[in-house]
């Protein structure tokens, strides 16, 4: 993601802009006053900061936080927040909806809802997998718990199970060769394939993804579906801001970080065709365009980090709950029983390690489900009642009259 050019085509648009949100006054045209009411001026000044303060808080966490679930929550809360008041701006000039060109902008931001929706769906499956893989990682916890009991083979083995089986559905969606891999060195222990045991309890319905609830068809692409979104993502020219008394600017802004919600959402949970190599551009002229910039470059170096094609999700946790998980597959495969002091050392720190990492999960899992749940209803009675007060506009039964 990369800054618009700054071409002369755009620079109605930038010398507008600033004049709206007040970045060099002292260059204000002067036919912009009597165009915009200053109370109206103030509110849409006040989104775009908000906005931009929300992002900025975002944007300043260290590496260590960013991406972690607790952050995706926060992330998730600062656009609901801007959400409500951009609906609250929208339906204050509701007489502005019907007319053009507002009306054909607010209509592709609804058709864009509808698509973000699918999103949430599949945001909102993963989220269910994850719970599934943690299903795994109590199995290996309960299995290697020394404190009850001394560890024997038969321990050893069901934990290798479920790293086994763990490990499986996390590769599911990646190449078929890793999979063969890990099916057999779980063969080689000398017991029955768990690629067999992970087909037999977890058949493939035909036509559908393996995502637990079944709900996204095979042929969905989440990739596909945000290209989709952002296609129609286009700064707002002069002309459209004069026309629609500025409103098209807060529009193009929630329109932007929904997409750029949705691309984090994408790139951080476990969801069919998944990936983070999506274009999208934003002119420096908003406030906002320097944190956003600074976290997709941060979220893409990450990806870059960790081979995002080949990784489960970039959430922190998922990372964390891949590496402990591969750490303790070699440490269970390179054990012989009876275990040396430093074997057993180990490997009560990496259940230990495995246990702060399931305990962090399961905490904040159903919070973030929650703000998803809640950004799906959001959006969702947002376009809801856009569409009844366009439906209930008169301009809007005379714009139906004439066609």
């Not at 902008?105 to 945001?123: G, P, R």
């Not at 795994?136 to 050893?156: C, K, P, T, Y």
């Not at 246990?355 to 399961?362: C, D, K, Q, T």
Request: aromatic letters at 6%.
């Amino acid at each position: 993601m990369r800054p618009a050019d700054g071409s002369a085509r755009s620079s109605p648009f930038a010398s507008l802009c600033r004049s709206i949100w007040s970045l060099r006054r002292e260059h204000v045209h002067s036919a912009v006053p009597s165009l915009i009411s200053d109370m109206l001026q103030s509110t849409l000044e006040s989104f775009q900061k908000n906005v931009t303060d929300q992002l900025s808080d975002l944007s300043g966490v260290s590496d260590a936080e960013l991406l972690s679930v607790a952050w995706v929550r926060k992330l998730l809360d600062a656009f609901i927040c801007s959400q409500d008041e951009f609906k609250l701006i929208l339906f204050s000039n509701k007489e502005l909806i019907a007319k053009q060109p507002l009306d054909r902008m607010v209509n592709e931001y609804f058709e864009s809802c509808v698509k973000a929706l699918d999103i949430c769906n599949a945001t909102r499956d993963g989220i269910e997998k994850v719970r599934v893989w943690l299903k795994h990682l109590d199995i290996v916890r309960s299995a290697m718990d020394s404190n009850q009991r001394v560890v024997g083979e038969g321990h050893f083995r069901r934990a290798r199970k479920a790293l086994v089986d763990l490990t499986l559905e996390m590769l599911e969606d990646k190449d078929s060769d890793s999979v063969s891999t890990l099916s057999h060195r779980n063969r080689s222990f000398g017991h029955h394939s768990a690629m067999k045991d992970h087909h037999q309890h977890h058949p493939q319905r035909p036509g559908h993804s393996r995502s637990l609830s079944w709900s996204v068809p095979r042929s969905w692409s989440a990739v596909k579906q945000l290209r989709s979104i952002t296609h129609t993502l286009a700064p707002p020219r002069g002309s459209d801001i004069i026309a629609t008394s500025g409103l098209v600017v807060p529009l193009f802004t929630i329109s932007f970080f929904l997409a750029f919600v949705l691309w984090v959402l994408v790139a951080a949970i476990p969801c069919q065709d998944r990936g983070v190599n999506i274009h999208l551009s934003v002119p420096r002229s908003f406030l906002w365009a320097g944190p956003v910039l600074s976290l997709h470059d941060r979220i893409l170096e990450e990806s870059r980090k960790r081979d995002c094609r080949n990784a489960s999700g970039l959430l922190k946790e998922i990372h964390e709950m891949e590496k402990c998980a591969e750490h303790l597959m070699n440490l269970v495969d390179s054990v012989h029983l009876p275990l040396m002091e430093e074997q057993k050392i180990e490997i009560e720190h990496g259940v230990e390690d495995l246990g702060l990492i399931s305990e962090a999960l399961r905490n904040g899992l159903e919070p973030m489900e929650l703000k998803v749940r809640e950004m799906f209803h959001r959006i969702m009675n947002c376009r809801a009642e856009g569409l009844e007060v366009y439906c209930r506009t008169p301009a809007a039964w005379s714009n139906q009259a004439q066609v």
